[in-house]
């Protein structure tokens, strides 16, 4: 742990590189910051830091430049601990009003909210199918050998798909089936809608149609939990990190695999709270000049999804986690309203 002097300084040098993206000099923090030492002590504390692992000189003749070591600590120990909420947090909360707006509509509006108020690339894992509640399923035929099957989750989620069943099922009341589910089905984790389960249920109706609504409920489980939605790509690019057109390339291709960023998100949100992963700390490596800040939205009080903002290390961090914890509760506050009407 460091000493209180040098407390003030990491933290004056981590606030200007910040906000300039150059490195920071002795002669910088005593004319901006209120340090109350002189100009010889700055400088020795300084390249104490540095010998700590906290600063680096990336020049002899230039000032320093704060690694994620810095950011860590200036994360966990320097920033207030509570996080006030911004000052568009009623615009945020108004942006959520309109009741009309299906799920995909308002996971749209929450990615381009994020990455505007931010400038960041935005990120949002949809509602996990499988922590969802069934709240209503239409089965319709559509030949002899098609099932159509529809779904809607109590967040508002709405998933389809084409079942092909290899005998005909001319012979197969699909309303009065219809009626059987949406009756027995109410309210239960879509993650316990099982082939037995269904089996047991639907005893009477040809095997094979109850089989293959078994493994479609669940391969659309699998499918939904990868879900990611990201907005503002280029905003990265407007970065002097992101300059190096490898590196951006090489982000950029990240921010293109779902699954692979479903993980990241899933991986960088702690069981409570907020998710901030810095620098070194990510597992790819084109990540490692990135800072991911998460929070997680609920619905009812049930952990649902993740969301949040990928920028530099040198992001703005207060105001970024302001307004990914403001957007997840409002968020997740708008999805309970639907689930409850």
């Known amino acids: ?49 540095e010998q700590l692992g906290y600063l680096v000189q990336p020049h002899t ?9 810095a950011y860590r600590y200036y994360v966990d120990r320097l920033m207030e ?3 006030a909420p911004p000052p568009e947090a009623p615009d945020i909360a108004r942006g959520y009003a309109d009741s009309e707006r299906e799920i995909e509509a308002l996971i749209d509006h929450t990615r381009r909210r994020l990455s505007q108020l931010t400038r960041y690339t935005s990120l949002v894992l949809g509602p996990r199918l499988g922590r969802s509640y069934f709240k209503y399923v239409q089965l319709v035929g559509l030949g002899p050998r098609q099932v159509l099957l529809v779904m809607m989750t109590h967040t508002g989620s709405v998933v389809h798909r084409v079942i092909d069943l290899t005998s005909a099922a001319e012979s197969v009341d699909f309303n009065r089936l219809t009626n059987l589910l ?8 879509m993650d316990a809608i099982s082939v037995d389960f269904l089996r047991e249920l639907l005893e009477p109706v040809q095997p ?39 590196k951006a390339r090489a982000l950029l291709e990240v921010l293109e695999q779902e699954t692979i960023l479903a993980e990241i998100l899933d991986k960088s949100q702690p069981s409570e709270g907020i998710g901030v992963v810095i620098g070194g700390e990510h597992a790819l490596m084109p990540m490692r000049e990135c800072t991911m800040i998460t929070a997680t939205y609920c619905v009812g009080g049930i952990p649902m999804g993740t969301l949040g903002v990928i920028g530099p ?29």
């Not at 089989?211 to 970065?239: I, K, P």
């Not at 290390?313 to 009407?341: D, N």
Request: glycine share 6%; charged share 30%; with cysteine.
């Open 1 to 49: 742990m460091l000493e209180p002097r040098q407390e003030r300084i990491l933290l004056a040098v981590v606030r200007e590189y910040i906000e300039t993206a150059e490195p920071v000099g002795s002669a910088a923090l005593l004319q901006k910051y209120a340090l109350a030492c002189s100009s010889a002590t700055v400088r020795h504390e300084m390249a104490r830091l």
């Open 61 to 69: 003749s230039a000032g320093r430049v704060p690694v994620d070591r």
């Open 81 to 83: 601990k509570r996080i």
């Open 182 to 189: 949406n009756d027995r089905l109410s309210g239960m984790s």
């Open 208 to 246: 094979e149609i109850v089989t293959r609504l078994g493994e479609a409920t669940r391969d659309l489980a699998r499918e939904y939990e990868s879900r990611v939605f990201y907005e503002g790509a280029s905003n990265l690019l407007d970065q002097p990190e992101f300059r190096d057109v490898q």
């Open 313 to 341: 290390t040198r992001l703005q961090y207060v105001r970024a986690l302001s307004i990914v914890k403001c957007v997840a509760e409002s968020f997740g506050q708008r999805l309970t309203q639907s689930s409850s009407g």
